[in-house]
């Protein structure tokens, strides 16, 4: 094979590669899908491969038989980043969208690995201890995405926004586990805090029983107020954030209605599913995309 039959064929692969990456968030994950339509052409496939990769390692539990069959495949992951897993990495079409994202854009392989970390709590059925450390685990994976995407939007530049990604990050992660809550509890996971759900007289068993009660529903009260707080603090520091990387930003925009809904009559944590028409969806991330202009 020459030279240039050997980088048509690997151009074709990576093609392919970016193709399964979109198909695949959007999928499993159209909030951030639809978000990504709002930013440059040019910049897409490589925002849906770091996407498709956190999609892909948050559904390890779902994937593996018990904990430990996860952790291998979370450290297949680490190896891959790293350059140490073994045959053909590039043969899974994430990691070769991955690893082009990270190479073409100059990304760290850190806050991948970071991410692949904070994951592993997923694999086990032991509550979320403290508010700190519900903070820290959407930190290290709903604000890396974030901060990850605004750097592939900068190409290069400093995008500024460092701060502001914490914030946001960490109020769409705590609202995302709200939405989750129903199937999460059905699986056994408790991501809200046990410095919470204590003081409001809520056991582990109150959740993955479906039992709930006041206690859970002033619970899930303060998760969302915990949320507003990290929301306001991104909105007082969204003047650092580079033009360019605003889009990054955008699934922001999808916070508020989902927590207003969850504030409406009849509202059950354990029950009720949040969720919103694709045109409102739609709608709320033009109007998030041009207040960002």
């Known amino acids: 094979m020459t030279e240039a039959e050997t980088t048509h064929t690997a151009n074709e692969g990576l093609a392919f590669a970016f193709a399964h990456c979109e ?58 980043l790293q350059g140490e897993a073994r045959g053909d990495v590039k043969a899974n079409p994430v990691a070769a969208a991955l690893d082009d994202a990270i190479v073409t854009r100059k990304l760290g392989r850190q806050p991948f690995v970071d991410l692949i970390d904070a994951r592993v709590f997923d694999l086990y059925d032991d509550p979320m201890p403290r508010v700190n450390d519900l903070e820290g685990y959407c930190g290290e994976t709903a604000s890396a995405l974030i901060r990850l995407g605004s750097l592939i939007l900068s190409d290069g530049a400093e995008p500024g926004g460092a701060a502001a990604a914490g914030h946001a990050g960490v109020a769409y992660g705590v609202t995302g586990l709200l939405r989750a809550l129903p199937w999460h509890a059905r699986q056994g996971q408790i991501y809200l805090p046990a410095d919470i759900l204590k003081p409001n007289g809520v056991t582990r068993e109150d959740i993955v029983t479906g039992r709930g009660g006041p206690g859970l529903i002033r619970a899930a009260a303060e998760l969302r107020a915990l949320a507003r707080r990290h929301l306001d603090a991104y909105a007082a520091a969204r003047g650092t954030i580079a033009p360019a990387a605003r889009a990054a930003f955008l699934p922001v925009a999808l916070i508020e209605p989902y927590l207003a809904a969850m504030e409406r009559p009849g509202y059950d944590p354990l029950k009720t599913v949040i969720s919103m028409p694709r045109w409102r969806r739609l709608w709320r991330l033009w109007r998030g995309a041009r207040r960002m202009r």
């Not at 897409?44 to 018990?66: C, D, G, K, M, Q």
């Open 23 to 80: 198909a695949l968030v959007r999928e499993g994950d159209p909030d951030r899908y639809f978000a990504t339509l709002f930013a440059p052409a040019a910049f897409r496939p490589h925002l849906f491969a770091i996407y498709a990769f956190s999609l892909t390692i948050a559904r390890v539990r779902e994937a593996a038989a018990n904990p430990m069959a996860g952790e291998i495949r979370l450290q297949w992951w680490r190896d891959a």
